[in-house]
Structure formats: C-alpha cells, structure tokens
C-alpha cells in the first residue's frame, strides 16, 4: 500500500496509508470501530476503489485490477457463506468460478474439510451450523483457490469466548504452517497481540504505527496508539504547565512508601478476575487502573502510595501526543493533581 | 423457518396462546375465507344450474345437476386452442417477463452508473399511470409493427412493468452486502453473482412475482380482446364473450366458462404455495439462514 486513501463523497476514510506486509506475514488491522479499518481491507480487496495512492502486490500496481482477478481470499464476520448452498459448494464455489474439473475440486475440497475438521458437515447447509463450524467454513471457501493474500473482517468476533480462543489459534497454526500472507480486521486488542506478525493500528482512518506486537505494547508511538492497544487502558498523568504526558500500563506499577511514591491515593474498587487483582485507585484528578501483586495488603478505602517499574514509564508530548524518548527522573517526580 | 407453521403468521404478529384466543382467531379466519370463497361457489353452483334458474337465490335449486353445460361450452368453442394460446401467452410473457425484470433489478442495485437514480425515479413514476391509458399507446405501437393477431401481441407488451422491477430493487438490496464481496473475491463476474447467489436467495420473492405475472396474464381479457381478431388466436377470458350477447346472456354457460377459466390457476398455486409463504419476511429469512 503506498499513501493509500479512500473518500467517501466529502468524507475521506482512510488517508495516506503506506505499509507493506511480507509475503508470509499475519498483520492485524487494529482500531476503534469506524476507524477505517475494515475499509482498508475492502480497498486492498478492490471491493471499494481508492481516492488516491495504490495497492501493490509483488510489485505490481492492482488499482485496475477488479477483484475477481486479484487472488484473494476473504472471510467476514457475519454472512460469510452463502446460505443457499451447501458447505461443500460454499467451499467449491471459488474453484467451480474457476472451471476446475470435478475431481479436482472434490480432492481439494476434501482436503479443506480435513485441516479445518468440517469433514462430516459437507452435506449440510450453513443454517445447520454453530457459528464456529460457519466461521470453519468460510475460512476453508476462501483458501480453496490458495489465494495469494487473504483479507478476513472481524472473522473471530462473532464467536464465545472459549471458541474464539480455539479457532484463532487452529488458525494461526494452519496460516504459519502454509504461509498464508494474512491481512485481518480486529477490534479486540488482545487478538491482534497474541495472534498476529505485525499489527497495524489505525484511529480516525490514519496509521498510527505499524509493528511488532512487542513494539506495540512496549514501545506505542503516541497516546492514542497506547491507548488502542492494551487492556485495561494505559494510565495517563498529565501536569499543568508540563510538555510531556506520562502513561504507564496497569502491571507496571509498584507500591511505595510516602517519600518515594510518585502518586498518592485511595482504593476505590477490587475487581478480582480470578488470578489478577485490579485495583481502581482515585488520585488527585486521575483515577489509575493497577493490577496489585498477591502480597500487597488491599482493601476498598484503603491509602495507597505508587510508583512505575523501572524502565516502564511512556512519556508522550502533552501537546501532540506523540512519543517522547525521555522525560524527567522518575524519583524525583510527584503527583499532585493537575 | 422450514415447513413449520410460524410461517403463516406475518412478520411482527406472534400467534395468540390463550387457547380462547386462539380459537377465537380460527373462527375469524374461518369467515374471512368462507367470505373469500362464496362467490367462487357460486359462480361454482350457477354453473349447474338449468339455464332459466340462473337468478334463483337458492344455491343450488334443482336436481340433477346440469353437467351438460360444460359440454355446451365445449361444444361451443375451439376450448382447447384457447387454452393453448393462453397457455403459450402466459409461459412466454412470465418466463422472459421474470428474466428481464431480474437482470433490470440487478442493474439498479449492484451498479452504479450515470442516471441511475433518475431511471429509478422515472420507472417509479410510470406506476401512476392507469394501465387503461396504455391500451391504445400499445395498441397502436402492436399495430405498427404489424403484430395484431400473432402471439407477440399477446406476450411481448406485458413481460415486465415498473412494480415488478421496483419490487424487485427492494428485494435484491435487502441482499448483505457480504455476499457481493465474497462472491467477488471468489472470482464471480457479476452475471454469475446474479445468478448463483442473488438469484437463489431471492427465489420466494421471485416465485411470488411470477405467479402474480401469471395469475394477470391468465385472466387478462381487455389486451387479448383488443389485439386479436381470429378466433384461433384467442385466449380463455376472451371465450367469456361468447356467451354474453346482444341476445342475452346465459350467465350458467358464462359461470361453466369461469370455473374452466380458474381451475388452472388454483392448481398453479397450490404447486409454488409452499415457496409463497417464505416470501413475506424475505429480508429476515436472510438473517435466520445465515
């Protein structure tokens, strides 16, 4: 993608996105609904054509290519088979477009069935499905023709808990092993940490940094990227009169004494998620999301005095949110409310 | 929603539970249809009946019945032509009617293209105009082409008109758009998106276009009356005329006419029935089967 944008009439919504994935790579789109995400996916896809820049693949310019020639594959959150035919024409369908004899198309389907385990559902409609088996389904349509990049939207969203877990992990196994070049769309933060190569986090249809999940969660370019990517929400400090802005992550706080605590204040909530302790603790003009350690002493009305792990604090321009290299010592900081 | 009867109540109506109320809704529906159906039993019973008894308000006043007017009506008129030009009419018009009207819906929702929505707008508009101002138009465009008398007259005009594609542009944009983008990106131009994947979605909506297509073609009377002169080229409703004269009117063969002219159409709904019912909440049968 090279400044890629799309307009809608007036309304531009995604602006000048440059990023290229790597043959191989599972990136994540990662974002705020409405934050152009998903029409990202659609312009790669050539489902909505750009205002300006271009989508390459390997180097060849795709802007007039229509989607039907474009190699890909795509998964959607919700209508994603075709409710009319059975799973195995859904998951011919691609091959039957291409005029593939029969044979070939029952191996390969055949084949689908096993690695995505839907063999015994072949001769049932989409209706008779549980949304796992679907979402199986439509993951085995959009590999039938091995597509040179596959584009999923939300594909894991629609899903409880427990299956969502197993599937994108199946998935993930199934992506590195065959090397399927991924591009998908996700709200869920946690899924693009844990699922994905490279991440891609957008807000108000702009890139606001694109790399590594580590990089991502430890190094965030700006307030609001750290702010899309990391549960609970990074803490923030900001300071009358000062440049920066200081954030720091729930599990990385320590608890301190008077003289070294850089905030003070008070345990307003407990919320135990079984082996995680966090803690909502109201400081002057802040209330701080901390995830406590086993040993701290808390209890909900209780003094607190905190301060960040070494190493852990972000610091970010006050202005325009932007990273900061470095901000003021730690130690010899104090909060005091804005 | 397959073969259960949730199917015969309409969409944002639940049926009663109380067991009163339930059956106090079977005996409204009960008189709504006897209400329906009288005068098709009448027409039914004045059929059987001796010519000179035909305004007699018992329903039916004498026995034996008077089968032999069925055979009058036969004897009458070359029934079986009729039956074949309104057979051959009926067939033709539907079956390009529908193709047309499909590929016009498909235009209007799946491409955007300069006046687009002016067309839309103006095919709207067409709506308004009575059909009985067309005639003459028609008439005349027929005459023209040197088609008076000769089955284009009969099918052509009447293959497609504005409800069918309006009705049609509502049904095909209740589609998800998801469809569209898989179709597409599994390599379907767009005529096989239309036909593999709109298509069979939409096929009660469709079913139901047609068998109204069918049911107006099969009893239109006024366009066939008009545009043919041989009695070889006539429909079955034009075979009404034969018994209402100057000489008076023999409403028993008249009615025989009519029961010969319905049955048809009775058998026709009972075969594509079942397709009808899913066609009231299209767009939500959508939903439930995906």
Not at chain 1, 269 to 290: C, F, H, Q
Not at chain 2, 7 to 30: E, H, Q, Y
Not at chain 2, 149 to 163: G, H, I, S
Not at chain 2, 245 to 260: D, H, K, P, Q, R
Request: proline share 5%; aromatic share 10%; charged share 20%.
């Amino acid at each position: 993608m090279n400044g890629l944008s799309v307009a809608y009439g007036e309304k531009t919504a995604v602006a000048d996105l440059t990023a290229t994935i790597a043959s191989g790579e599972l990136v994540a789109l990662l974002g705020p609904s409405g934050c152009g995400k998903s029409t990202t996916l659609l312009a790669v896809a050539g489902l909505l054509n750009s205002s300006a820049g271009s989508v390459r693949f390997d180097g060849r310019i795709m802007n007039e290519i229509p989607t039907e020639q474009r190699d890909v594959g795509m998964v959607f959150q919700q209508y994603s088979l075709y409710p009319h035919m059975t799973v195995y024409d859904n998951i011919a369908f691609p091959l039957t477009m291409k005029k593939w004899p029969k044979s070939d198309i029952r191996r390969r389907v055949d084949e689908l069935a096993e690695l995505l385990r839907i063999g015994e559902l072949l001769a049932r409609r989409p209706d008779r499905l549980s949304g796992g088996q679907q979402q199986r389904a439509a993951i085995a349509r959009a590999l039938a023709k091995r597509p040179k990049l596959l584009l999923m939207d939300e594909p894991f969203s629609h899903l409880d808990s427990s299956l969502r877990l197993e599937l994108r992990e199946e998935f993930r196994f199934l992506q590195q092993r065959f090397g399927i070049t991924t591009l998908f769309v996700t709200h869920d933060q946690e899924e693009a940490l844990s699922l994905s190569d490279r991440i891609m986090v957008m807000a108000d249809g702009r890139m606001l940094q694109y790399d590594t999940p580590e990089q991502v969660y430890h190094r965030p370019s700006s307030r609001r990227a750290a702010e899309i990517a990391g549960h609970p929400p990074m803490n923030f400090l900001e300071a009358e009169g000062q440049p920066w802005t200081l954030g720091a992550r729930a599990e990385d706080w320590l608890m301190a004494d008077g003289d070294t605590a850089l905030v003070r204040g008070r345990i307003a909530v407990i919320e135990k998620t079984g082996k995680d302790t966090l803690l909502k603790v109201r400081a002057p003009s802040a209330l701080l999301r901390v995830y406590a350690s086993a040993e701290w002493p808390v209890a909900v009305g209780q003094e607190i005095g905190l301060q960040i792990r070494p190493g852990r604090a972000h610091w970010f321009d006050s202005r325009t949110g932007s990273r900061l290299e470095a901000g003021p010592e730690l130690s010899e900081l104090r909060w005091t409310g804005a | 929603m397959r073969g259960t009867n949730e199917n015969m109540w309409i969409k944002g109506f639940s049926k009663p539970t109380g067991r009163w109320a339930g059956l106090l809704l079977d005996i409204f529906v009960c008189a709504l249809g006897a209400a329906m159906l009288f005068p098709f039993l009448w027409m039914a019973a004045i059929s059987l009946r001796p010519g000179d008894q035909t305004m007699s308000p018992q329903l039916l006043s004498s026995f034996p019945l008077e089968w032999s007017n069925y055979r009058t009506v036969w004897e009458t008129l070359p029934l079986l032509r009729y039956f074949e030009n309104s057979l051959l009419v009926m067939a033709t018009s539907v079956l390009f009617g529908t193709i047309v009207t499909i590929c016009a819906a498909f235009a209007f929702t799946h491409f955007s293209f300069y006046g687009r929505k002016i067309l839309l707008a103006a095919l709207l508009g067409t709506l308004m105009i009575p059909e009985q101002l067309l005639l003459i138009p028609n008439y005349m465009t027929v005459a023209g082409l040197g088609w008076t008398d000769r089955y284009a007259a009969l099918a052509v005009p009447w293959m497609t008109n504005a409800f069918a594609v309006f009705y049609l542009v509502q049904v095909f944009s209740a589609v998800p758009r998801e469809y569209r983008f898989a179709a597409r990106a599994d390599g379907a131009k767009p005529s096989a998106f239309l036909w593999k994947v709109v298509v069979p979605l939409c096929k009660p909506s469709i079913l139901t276009l047609a068998l109204l297509k069918s049911i107006a073609n099969w009893n239109a009377y006024l366009w066939p009356l008009i545009v043919t002169n041989s009695k070889e080229m006539r429909t079955l409703p034009v075979g009404l005329l034969a018994f209402s004269t100057e000489a008076g009117t023999s409403y028993e063969l008249l009615m025989a006419m009519s029961v010969i002219l319905v049955v048809p159409m009775v058998f026709l709904y009972f075969i594509v029935q079942k397709h009808l019912v899913q066609a009231v909440p299209s767009a939500e049968n959508l939903k439930n089967e995906s």
